[in-house]
């Protein structure tokens, strides 16, 4: 079992900033891949970003690339979303979600989910 804790949503004008936590617990979690994924209201979920249980490796959904930085402290086996230059369409509930090793941009292949935290843009 592995547990996820997020933390860092809030509200935050459009061009902001904001950095999401993912802190993991449980049996082996240091080996687990890290995904993002948002949903919007009356939305369907969708993959943001993701990197492997090393830290070598990330992925980028085409709507966050080249504003979204995802990385992970070992030490701590916390991973980070930095959001920068944020849009309203960002505007959704953000969920991290852990598999073994490798990253997939497919929900279900997430065994593993946190509780989520709002994060909210504003025009």
């Known amino acids: 079992q592995v547990q996820l804790v997020e933390s860092g949503g809030g509200l935050v004008q459009a061009g902001g900033s904001l950095r999401l936590s993912c802190a993991a617990s449980?049996?082996?979690?240091?080996?687990?891949?890290t995904g993002w994924f948002r949903q919007a209201s009356g939305k369907e979920r969708e993959f943001v970003a993701g990197?492997?249980?090393?830290?070598?490796?990330?992925y980028y959904a085409d709507s966050v690339k080249g504003r979204f930085t995802v990385s992970r402290d070992k030490a701590k086996n916390t991973m980070y979303l930095q959001m920068d230059s944020l849009k309203p369409e960002d505007t959704a509930v953000y969920y991290c979600?852990?598999?073994?090793?490798?990253?997939?941009?497919?929900?279900?292949?997430?065994?593993?989910w946190g509780q989520g935290t709002q994060v909210t843009v504003s025009s």
């Open positions: 979600a852990a598999r073994y090793e490798q990253i997939v941009p497919i929900e279900r292949e997430y065994a593993y």
């Open positions: 449980g049996r082996a979690s240091s080996r687990y891949a």
């Open positions: 990197i492997n249980y090393s830290g070598g490796s990330t």
